[in-house]
């Protein structure tokens, strides 16, 4: 090996990337971006955690736990009754509720008083975050005499149960993740490779149309992503017992609304490409901001109130929360139609541009 040609190749190859704008940019904004991104991502406990509160204490210490609850951790709402705690859990409004029964005073003078706790099981760490919370606020009230605590929280799961597992939770997600991340990059690679390989050009000169043609593709990668869930779903319920309690017939239909948008996104991003290599480049802002800032890992409480503007304008933070519903809340179409919305506008948007696009670069 000869270290003139070597060094003849590496320059050759750092002056065709010194040339591609869109490499270098690529190369000098992209150690920046991921940095921000695993940092807000990975941003520690959730906060801000809407929780309703029912105290119905005649006498002093249920408001003075209260007063010691960690600023900043738990959002508190006042509701009139325990019936109205538990409907905001299972509404969705709040992720927890509160519940201080009329003589807890009373009964702390006697012996011991409980609290009940109504609490959302599907995000086990929003469940931890409210009951560490909770138990932190009853050790200053009466923890300082180094005795027994004499309050007893009773945890009451609205949704899921404390036995629920890991995978419970996480599957949702994954599934919104894998549909997508399959479509958006395959549409992208396959859009690109078509057009540099002449195959645009030639499929135009056919009767076919932009909007069958990106119907078509939308149709075969939202197949893909369905069958990449069937594998998830069935691997989560065989191989790691998961716990799904809704109806796995509308999961699929959310699935395939959210491929549909992505397909669409996928072929507008490789409008901007003039190559495979810059799709490539484009892919890593696509997943990373997605990947910890739409709740489908990471709760979205968990999340700097700063950043979560961002969680509102990815599609895959409405995907992720259909399917954690439906699948671990047993909701219906009804009560996630908010979520079935905004990915019915996602996808015509995309669609339609798509289609445009595509028409004019035929």
């Known amino acids: 090996m000869r270290p003139s040609r070597l060094l003849a190749v590496a320059g050759k190859s750092l002056g065709q990337l010194a040339n591609d704008r869109r490499t270098v940019a690529f190369v000098l904004v992209i150690p920046l971006v991921l940095i921000v991104i695993f940092g807000y991502g990975f941003g520690g406990q959730p906060t801000h955690v809407p929780t309703a509160v029912a105290n119905s204490d005649v006498g002093p210490e249920g408001a003075r736990i209260l007063a010691e609850l960690p600023g900043g951790v738990l959002d508190l709402r006042s509701v009139a009754s325990a019936s109205s705690a538990y409907s905001a859990v299972h509404a969705g409004t709040d992720a927890a509720a509160i ?55 009773a945890p009451d799961y609205v949704y899921g149960s404390a036995s629920q597992s890991f995978i419970d939770t996480l599957a949702p997600g994954v599934m919104a993740l894998v549909a997508t991340f399959a479509t958006t990059v395959l549409s992208i690679l396959v859009l690109v490779r078509e057009r540099s390989q002449g195959l645009l050009e030639r499929i135009f000169a056919t009767p076919l149309r932009a909007g069958e043609f990106v119907a078509g593709h939308a149709l075969s990668l939202a197949l893909v992503a369905m069958g990449q869930s069937v594998i998830l779903i069935v691997a989560s319920l065989v191989i790691f017992h998961a716990t799904f309690v809704g109806n796995l017939v509308l999961a699929f239909g959310v699935l395939t609304l959210c491929a549909v948008g992505n397909v669409g996104l996928g072929m507008l991003i490789s409008a901007v490409a003039q190559s495979e290599f810059q799709a490539v480049q484009l892919i890593p802002f696509l997943i990373f901001p997605q990947l910890f800032f739409s709740g489908a890992v990471f709760p979205l409480d968990s999340i700097p109130a700063s950043v979560r503007p961002v969680s509102e304008v990815l599609p895959l933070t409405y995907a992720a929360d259909a399917l954690r519903s439906v699948l671990l809340r047993g909701w219906g179409l009804g009560s996630i139609g908010w979520d079935v919305v905004i990915l019915l506008v996602y996808a015509a948007l995309t669609l339609l541009g798509a289609t445009v696009l595509v028409r004019r670069q035929g």
Request: charged content about 10%.
């Open 99 to 153: 519940v201080i029964g009329a003589n807890f005073s009373q009964e702390l003078g006697t012996a011991s008083a409980t609290i009940t706790l109504y609490v959302d099981g599907s995000s086990p760490t929003v469940v931890g975050a409210v009951v560490s919370a909770l138990q932190s606020a009853i050790e200053k009230a009466f923890g300082g005499g180094g005795g027994r605590v004499p309050v007893v929280v």
